[in-house]
């Protein structure tokens, strides 16, 4: 196997564009969750700037060690 073949292999990284500002990243957050019915839920992200303006991160219920 060559080297090059290898790297061709590597799937491309997950994106998603931020519900807040409209941005893609690569680094997104799940911050909710819409059920439409009859088909799957769609999960909306947001970059991670923006991803604190919905809640997102630590809650006083969660261990923090």
Known sequence: ???DAFVNDVP?????WCVRCGRQTS?????????????????QYAC???ATRYGAG???SDVIR
């Open 58 to 60: 630590p809650t006083p």
């Open 1 to 3: 196997m060559t080297r």
């Open 48 to 50: 991670p700037e923006d």
């Open 27 to 43: 680094a997104p957050v799940e911050v909710g969750v819409m059920d439409r019915g009859s088909s799957a839920p769609l999960m």
């Open 12 to 16: 491309e990284p997950f994106t998603a």
